[in-house]
């Protein structure tokens, strides 16, 4: 299987990038920073016509979606285990952790910098920008309270869900959440920060 | 295995509500109207501390996240073939599919209501919703062009995507966007409304 992981730095991209790294196959790396509008080429646009990323480029076709992709990667290499597949009710835990991330952190986050999703005027930027530390915080409680059993996500296994919460809690001070306010987040985040998988991961991406 | 399924009338839980109807297998149905603050109960947050729909009760535990419980309830009752499991490229295509709807069309729709949870200011909120017919028509005219592979989502095969394509689809006119702009979205709106299961779901609700 050759697979090329289309990504942009500081991006969800990196969630796929430390899973692949995890489970240690070649793969290919092209970057698609999102911020140069220059990016968005027709050739790029042919990649993902939604002109987002990550994008997978796999011998069978290209996959979009995050969440999608990282259960695709374990399931293409299931020897690393990382994702209860075989247990219905556990998978569905992994799931729903992965999808809150995507469909509701994520969501909170881009009122940021990405308000004209959903909005024209210049007011409701600076408004909705003014919301974020208080959406994304909301978040991070629920997270912290309910939903990551530690030390991994789901509790002693280390699946798809921990590099996925560690790419969004990178981005906690950008978005004026304080870390000391989630000492579980904040401990999973040092954690994972130690991991080889992940630091070569953060050090390809600034390349 | 004992299911109950919290909905709300008119919401995302009509998708896995028509999924547990196409299974067959028995199941109850509860009803959480999102639309009345009584209803956020200490008793409802005990369910599902989001407050949101919908909400799965399996012997095992609470589920949430409408992709995850779509995929849960296709695992459990495997012989509907609901979705392409055992083939890692066309699930993880099923799974795209999903989070796109969740993550992106659901999230363009929740502006037209739900603008308190990214912004203050009532200004916003107007901007927000002058905004929507625009976003949501953006998604279905991705899904037209490069998703829906007809006659049902993933082609030839029914799966866990149709009834979640038809439950937003359901909501594009409140949405203000028309119908006749996305004719492969309304022939598979058509489509799915004639199935008996449909009916049913849709009928249970109005109970």
């Known amino acids: 299987m050759t697979i090329v992981l289309y990504y942009s730095p500081g991006s969800c991209s990196l969630a796929p990038h430390i899973v692949l790294n995890e489970i240690g196959e070649p793969f290919e790396l092209r970057k698609f920073a999102t911020a140069e509008l220059a990016n968005y080429s027709a050739e790029y646009l042919a990649v993902n016509p939604k002109g ?3 994008a997978l480029a796999t011998d069978r076709g290209i996959l979009t979606e995050t969440t999608a992709m990282l259960v695709f990667i374990e399931q293409t290499f299931p020897q690393a285990r990382l994702a209860p597949l075989a247990d219905p009710f556990r998978f569905a835990q992994a799931q729903a952790f992965n999808s809150y991330l995507c469909a509701t952190l994520h969501v909170a986050h881009s009122h940021r910098m990405r308000g004209a999703r959903w909005a024209n005027e210049a007011a409701s930027f ?29 509790g002693e296994a280390y699946t798809i869900c ?4 560690f790419t969004m809690a990178q981005w906690m001070e950008a978005d004026g959440v304080d870390p000391a306010r989630f000492p579980k987040v904040r401990d999973h985040r040092q954690r994972m920060s130690e991991r080889p998988q992940v630091r070569a991961a953060i050090a390809e991406e600034l390349n």
């Open 126 to 154: 600076a408004d909705m920008q003014r919301k974020v530390p208080e959406s994304v915080a909301e978040c991070f409680g629920l997270i912290e309270k309910r939903m990551l059993a530690g030390p991994w996500v789901m």
């Open 52 to 54: 987002r990323v990550p």
């Open 162 to 165: 921990d590099p996925y919460l």
